[in-house]
């Protein structure tokens, strides 16, 4: 009996592994198939000068258009596109189409800063594209400020010296630079000055607190001041109500992000955004 239960104990362990091995095998084949039949697609969050609340900005969340699951969000297979490499590639199309997006942004006439999430495996791994990237915008008359690479606190701290030059490089080209997350892991803002950030993004989980805890305002206004005190612009992310928007413009949080102004959108979406958002608040 003893013996018995070992055995089934055994087995269904056993099981289970097996089934979390071919569940990563079964998302593996579907990620190199989406690259290769192009399932993936960007979908366009409005950033706002929280004053006008007028959009000036915008971040750039990658979708997979999944043929038969639908939409799929990146949380849920960006991990495994990080341990195989294959986020070196979705990282060239997610910079080529942003930069596509902020052509066709930029004929309307109207500017917009465009922020894209940059992996820490783009810039650890043994080919860098990024390299590349300041050619290409070149080649589309666009500016290197008006890209934001968003990177995470991780990243910075323990930067190895391949991903120090890879990120003074892109920083030394005029690009953009936001810390993201911010809060939610070790960081020291004056190292940050020195890695020449422009913005820090303050993560969703302090937001949510800020009308119902002293603790979470007391702390977003401490790292707006400290901030500002660097001459770092703060994007409160994950607003979702009114009276977050408040809060936060009162302690002089400089954008805001969430769905309290707008959800992520596709293209034709953003630039239909822009331009009602224009005649609505002019
Ligand atoms: P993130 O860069 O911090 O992006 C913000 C996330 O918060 C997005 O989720 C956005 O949809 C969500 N969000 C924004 N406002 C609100 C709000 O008011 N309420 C709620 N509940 N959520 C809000 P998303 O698009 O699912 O992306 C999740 C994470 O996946 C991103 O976090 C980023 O780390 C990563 N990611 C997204 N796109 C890319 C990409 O193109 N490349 C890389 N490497 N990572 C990406
Ligand atoms: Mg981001
Ligand atoms: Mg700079
Ligand atoms: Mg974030």
Sequence with gaps: ?????????????????????????????????????????????????????????????????HPQKGLIRPDSFIPLAEETQLINKMGEFIFTTA??????????????????????????SKICHLSKWYKQLQALDLQAQDIVIEITEGLVMNAQPRTQKRLNALTAQGFSLALDDFGTGYSSLAYLKQMDTDYIKIDKRFVDGIADSKDDLALCEAMIMMAHQLGILVIAEGIETYEQHQLLLSAGCDFGQGYYYAKPMPEDALLAFISDNEKLKS
């Design 1 to 65: 009996q003893a013996k018995q239960q070992g055995r089934s104990g055994y087995a269904f362990f056993s099981n289970e592994m097996r089934e979390h091995a071919e569940s990563r095998m079964r998302l593996l084949k579907d990620l190199r198939i989406a690259q290769q039949e192009q399932q993936f697609c960007l979908f366009y969050q409005p950033i706002v000068d929280l004053k006008t609340q007028k959009i000036c900005k915008a971040e750039a969340l990658i979708r997979w258009q």
């Design 99 to 124: 930069c596509n997006t902020l052509t066709k942004v930029q004929a309307t006439g109207k500017q917009l800063q465009l922020s894209i999430n940059v992996s820490p495996v783009q810039f650890t």
